[in-house]
């Protein structure tokens, strides 16, 4: 399974991420705020990748500037604690999903971005 999800494309999942926090009254500018917060991508790059549709082995071994803030995102995706997740870019989609979570549950920006 693990497998199927890295060669999944980014853009597959970003729709259902829009959906998850317009549903929750947040808007796609912030989402793309905290993509490109934890992954160095310019909107420019970051649109690229959705348009390309890069799957997430490529998009995160791609990425210019993977934020070290990131390794403060913690809790549980799944039922599974961040922190301990072995596979490295597990890791890094699980942060993507613990974002999205924050963004949706209507979280501050500045706390998001560990700012």
């Given at each position: 399974m693990t497998h199927r999800i890295y060669a999944?494309?980014?853009?597959?999942?970003?729709?259902?991420?829009?959906?998850?926090?317009?549903?929750?009254?947040?808007?796609r500018a912030e989402l793309d705020q905290v993509i490109r917060w934890l992954t160095g991508f310019s909107q420019a790059q970051l649109e690229t990748h959705l348009a390309d549709r890069t799957d997430f082995q490529t998009f995160f071994a791609e990425a210019p500037a993977l934020n070290p803030k990131r390794e403060r995102i913690t809790g549980t995706i799944c039922g599974v604690r961040i922190e301990q997740?072995?596979?490295?870019?597990?890791?890094?989609?699980?942060?993507l999903d613990k974002l999205v979570d924050e963004i949706a549950k209507g979280r501050p920006m500045e706390k998001i971005l560990r700012s």
């Open positions: 999944m494309s980014v853009a597959s999942v970003y729709v259902h991420y829009v959906a998850k926090v317009e549903k929750k009254g947040r808007t997740i072995e596979d490295p870019l597990m890791r890094e989609i699980r942060y």
